[in-house]
């Protein structure tokens, strides 16, 4: 009730007109549209995926430099703070139904699809008659063995090394965030060059296996539906842990020029937030997708 | 920008002093909610305008059977494009403008809560529908293989394929950011007083739609994404050989799909429960409960995905629990019927146009409703799936349902935004004609499709002519009934006729809501301070039981 009252004295925060997202989206349509091109080997070349992509940044950063004056100059009340919390929270959960898509893709294929193929119950004709002498099981890539034979990589190796150098940065993130609350600001910026440092390990370590993948258990994105849904969850969750580790760089670097109060920091929190995110889901993948 | 910024110590200058800036540029650098929902109401109506022209190419094949105008390639890309054109361009473009424009002026508020990326939310869809449109026009033409876009058949499109794909991304981004800006300013930015159950229904309704939005345009994202890796990066999700399924593609979809029909219908709800007590002049009946009918129609519309697959060859276990789950939103939905007409029962009704449609939209909806109770029995599915049956029932709840639920709202808030009142006349014209030719389009193709016309073919057997004469008719006769609405409306933005259309603050007598207490038209920032929140407000809103 303590904010209601005080949601009257306060005065609401419009920010000023502002050009940046129609030229994010005037950019982002030319990387799309070059990509698309590209895809359908139009000829247009490499130059709008260029131009698009290097904009894109640009006015990201361009964008987000209003918000980070706007936040320094004191013009953000309790209630933009609000409002930032509900956004971000929303927006993780949108990036949580992402992932669903995929792993429910998983789910299907192994519970589904796969023994279904093998003549499981009711299906025993599409197994005699489309796929005769294809037995269910997992991994696989299908009866039509796309891809070729391939091997899988074992979970208590590379990928357990991942799983504790991410809970460690979960760990060292949570110390830097308390060091900040603490107003120790030095012990913060180490301790989120840590959480750097794991982060990029962690992607310098996934780059390896996927090269090892590739190289020397023919494991591919094309193995079938196994190499599919593999790549792809990996895949989208390495893209997560490298934007996450771009903003854990940019919010290291706003620490050390001074940004951030022990009692107002939201864009640390958010980063820190979604930092998590990408750790949980990386669980949910080391269990689905390495180990059973 | 950022000097300017600098220039104002305190946030509160700026919106105080100057109001937009001039030309075009205020269109694309504005971050106000009403500009925002302007430049929304006018690019859905220009998507339903170019989707109409689609469907009238659509009628005017079928007005015969055997081929007379188009090919049946370029059928199926109108087809196809007219459902892609209208649901992703016309109905959610057009209730998101409506939530712009209302939103804040209903729970008392400045503006959104994210206003810049509610400008980036909008400008979106002209650049994500301009690449979608222009596949039109590339070797192999545009997508033919149904909105839907069922693998293997869609992998077949040419060069328009991952045109496609990535605007439907663009579109899930807008969809996305545009909900949880909806969300947030909901959730944080209301009037002191106005608690969740004291909130008018438009808004309760948007807050379930934008929370139906986050949680599944992600999804529809992450399908498309598979189809484009399957196309062009070897990837087997839908490939029976690979151990896929083309059949997981439609699970996918369709957990996106069906709530993507209650994204809207919703709103539409939201609006009908607003305009229905207005005009009956009565609070709306069993607040509480409509919101908790809303609740659970969300919540059922997550477990309902199947009944759109019931000829794909599922298990029986599957087929029976996607059946009774989809009989049981009749239950919500009822309550919400039914709600309605004890709102009007023995109220002192006047019709005005807002009112026509509203109770036009409680009527034809319900027939649409029905329609998709026969719909979701499987054992008659199997006679019914991708029929005419199936276009007539969706085009019911969608036309007669959402669109017309729009139109309601625009007529019963123009005067709020221009100043304006429109010409009731005219209106009422309007009304009859739409009313009527609508019904002559789609009520025959219950008719045909019970029968065993087949939807997405520009052929038919010659038995069904008579029907869909009738209906090509009404669809003509419905697309230039609109430049009644559209003339009506332009007049009152560009106030053609003078000071006679001059409205007050509180249009309607039966009005009730915070946006009635400013002046007509709204200030360009309707709230500096958070209002007082009357009890007279929330009379009508806000159900009668909490009033005493």
């Known amino acids: 009730m303590s904010t209601q009252a005080a949601a009257h004295s306060e005065r609401y925060f419009v920010p000023a007109p502002s050009v940046w997202p129609f030229v994010l989206t005037a950019a982002l349509v030319c990387l799309v549209a070059g990509v698309a091109s590209f895809l359908e080997n139009d000829h247009v070349g490499p130059v709008p995926i260029f131009i698009g992509g290097v904009l894109s940044i640009a006015v990201i950063f361009l964008w987000f430099r209003d918000v980070v004056h706007e936040s320094e100059g004191g013009r953000y009340s309790a209630q933009v703070d609000r409002t930032f919390r509900w956004g971000m929270s ?162 290291t670097l706003r620490l050390m020029f001074g940004h951030f109060k022990p009692d107002s920091h939201f864009g640390f929190e958010g980063v820190a937030w979604y930092w998590h995110f990408v750790d949980v889901v990386w669980l949910a993948l080391f269990v689905v997708v390495y180990w059973l | 920008m950022a000097h300017t910024h600098d220039d104002h110590a305190h946030g509160h200058d700026d919106h105080a002093h100057h109001g937009p800036d001039k030309g075009i540029m205020r269109w694309i650098k504005t971050t106000n909610h009403k500009d925002l929902g302007t430049l929304y ?178 999804v529809l994202a992450g399908a498309v994404t598979m189809l484009l890796t399957d196309k062009y990066f070897g990837t087997s999700f839908f490939n029976a050989a690979g151990g896929g399924d083309p059949v997981l593609f439609q699970h996918v979809f369709w957990f996106f799909g069906h709530p993507e029909v209650y994204i809207l219908i919703l709103p539409a709800f939201g609006v009908i429960s607003t305009i229905i007590p207005t005009f009956a002049r009565k609070p709306l009946f069993g607040y509480d409960s409509m919101v908790y009918a809303l609740a659970s129609i969300a919540f059922l519309s997550f477990i309902v995905w199947a009944h759109h697959m019931f000829t794909v060859g599922m298990p029986l276990a599957g087929e029976l629990f996607f059946m009774f789950a989809t009989m049981l939103i009749a239950v919500p939905t009822g309550v919400k019927v ?30 649409g409703g029905f329609s998709g109770l026969m719909l979701a029995m499987t054992p008659v599915d199997f006679q019914y799936h991708d029929t005419y049956f199936v276009v007539a029932h ?77 209906s090509t008719i009404g669809a003509f006769g419905f697309f230039f009934a609109q430049f009644i609405f559209i003339f009506n409306m332009l007049a009152c933005c560009y106030g053609w006729f003078g000071r006679k259309q001059d409205a007050p603050a509180r249009v309607w007598e039966g009005a009730h809501g915070l946006e009635w207490t400013v002046p007509s038209p709204a200030p360009y920032h309707t709230f500096e301070e958070p209002p007082p929140l009357p009890e007279s407000e929330l009379a009508s809103i806000g159900g009668g039981a909490h009033a005493h």
Not at chain 2, 338 to 352: D, K
Not at chain 2, 400 to 418: E, L, Q
Request: hydrophobic share 55%; with cysteine.
């Open chain 1, 90 to 251: 929303w927006f993780i959960f949108s990036e949580v139904m992402f992932f669903g898509a995929f792993f429910g893709a998983l789910f299907y294929a192994r519970s589904l699809s796969i023994p279904w193929l093998g003549g499981e119950g009711t299906k025993v004709a599409t197994n005699l008659f489309l796929w005769p002498g294809f037995e269910a099981g997992w991994p696989s890539n299908g009866p039509g063995e796309v891809g070729g034979s391939f091997q899988t990589i074992p979970a208590f190796g590379v990928p357990l090394l991942n799983t504790i150098l991410l809970l460690t940065s979960g760990f060292t993130i949570t110390m830097a965030h308390h060091a900040l609350k603490a107003n120790r600001r030095m012990i913060c910026i180490l301790w989120m060059w840590a959480t750097v440092a794991l982060g990029a390990s962690f992607l310098w370590f996934q780059a390896h296996e996927y090269l090892e993948a590739y190289t020397e258990l023919n494991l591919t994105l094309g193995s079938g539906v196994y190499g599919s849904t593999f790549f792809m969850l990996t895949g989208f969750h390495g893209l997560h842990v490298t934007l996450g580790t771009i903003m854990l760089i940019t919010i």
């Open chain 2, 338 to 367: 039914f709600n309605w007409v004890a709102t009007m029962w023995r109220g002192s009704l006047t019709f005005e146009t807002p009112m026509l449609f509203a109770i036009a939209f409680v009527f034809l909806f319900t027939i």
């Open chain 2, 41 to 218: 109401l006018f690019f859905s109506f220009t998507m339903f305008f170019i989707g109409g022209l689609m469907s009238l190419v659509i009628r005017a094949e079928l007005f015969h059977p055997g081929l007379q105008f188009v090919e049946p390639e370029f059928f199926n890309q109108m087809t196809t494009m007219h459902a892609l054109v209208m649901i992703f361009g016309g109905v959610m473009p057009g209730f998101v403008g409506l939530a712009n424009w209302m939103v804040p002026m209903m729970i008392g508020c400045s503006d959104l809560a994210l206003p810049r990326v509610n400008n980036w939310g909008f400008w979106i869809l002209p650049f994500g529908f301009a690449m979608m449109l222009s596949t039109l026009f590339m070797d192999g033409g545009g997508p033919a293989g149904g909105w839907t876009m069922y693998p293997p058949l869609m992998l077949q499109t040419g060069n328009a394929f991952p045109f496609l794909i990535f605007s439907i991304h663009l579109l899930g981004i807008s969809s996305i950011t545009g909900a949880i800006n909806v969300v947030v300013t909901i959730l944080n930015m209301r009037t002191p007083g106005m608690t969740l159950l004291k909130m008018p229904l438009f808004v309760w309704a948007w807050l379930i739609t934008a929370y139906l939005l986050i949680a599944v345009m992600p």
């Open chain 2, 394 to 470: 969706f085009h019911y709840v969608l036309v007669p349902g959402a669109v017309f639920s729009i139109i309601a709202a625009i007529y019963y808030w123009i005067p709020k935004w221009t100043g304006r009142m429109y010409n009731e006349k005219a209106g009422q014209w309007h009304f009859w004609l739409s009313a009527i030719f609508i019904n002559l389009t789609f009520f025959p193709q219950h008719f045909v499709g019970l029968a065993g016309m087949q939807r997405r073919v520009p052929d038919y057997a010659v038995q069904f002519t008579d029907f869909n004469e009738i």
